[in-house]
């Protein structure tokens, strides 16, 4: 789609970093990573006494 979008064919024989790099086009699965950090380290931030903290202070039992 990015090639499409630039208007380059294959036999051009660009690299696909060179594609994005000129797209400016955000890898989604690397957005996505991203994203889902933020949001854990959001929800563990709130101290209204719900489960993020309690995961966090969590020990194992010893056996």
Known sequence: ???AML????R???RN???LRRNRVTDIAQ???KLKWQWAGHIVRRKDG???PKVLEWQP???
């Open 17 to 19: 970093m060179e594609i």
């Open 50 to 52: 719900r489960w993020g």
């Open 7 to 10: 208007g380059v064919s294959l």
């Open 31 to 33: 957005r996505v990573a």
């Open 12 to 14: 051009d024989q660009i």
């Open 61 to 63: 039992r010893t056996g």
């Open 1 to 3: 789609m990015e090639r």
